[in-house]
């Protein structure tokens, strides 16, 4: 099974630039809107718009608050979300192609950005 989030979710992700190191998606949604079960590989998020979502991975979730502005890290993990909030998502996520574990705790211990 494909978990590339673009295979899964290509109404939400986008490649917007891409090389042998890095992977760049421009994500998007609108309150309401959910994503399928997919991964994300180590990356660094940076946050065009703020937002509220549920993460989900396994048995454990986590809801999270984003300011617009803000870059942090997200390690690899699989998941799935829902825009909870009452305004749009839009994030910029640039994957790193070096191979990193997959730390997306069942637990959402490590679910989500860690800034």
Not at 44 to 55: A, E, G, H, I, P
Request: no cysteine; aromatic share 6%.
């Amino acid at each position: 099974m494909d978990l590339d989030p673009v295979a899964t979710n290509g109404d939400h992700y986008r490649v917007v630039f891409e090389n042998d190191r890095v992977r760049v998606l421009d994500y998007a949604d609108r309150p309401g809107d959910a994503t399928t079960n997919h991964r994300h590989p180590d990356s660094v998020m940076y946050t065009l718009s703020s937002f509220r979502r549920l993460l989900v991975s396994g048995d454990g979730s986590r809801e999270v608050t984003m300011e617009a502005g803000t870059t942090a890290w997200l390690p690899a993990q699989e998941h799935r979300g829902e825009n909870i909030g009452d305004t749009p998502t839009h994030v910029l996520l640039v994957e790193l192609k070096e191979p990193g574990p997959l730390v997306g705790a069942q637990d959402g211990t490590l679910l989500g950005p860690q800034t």
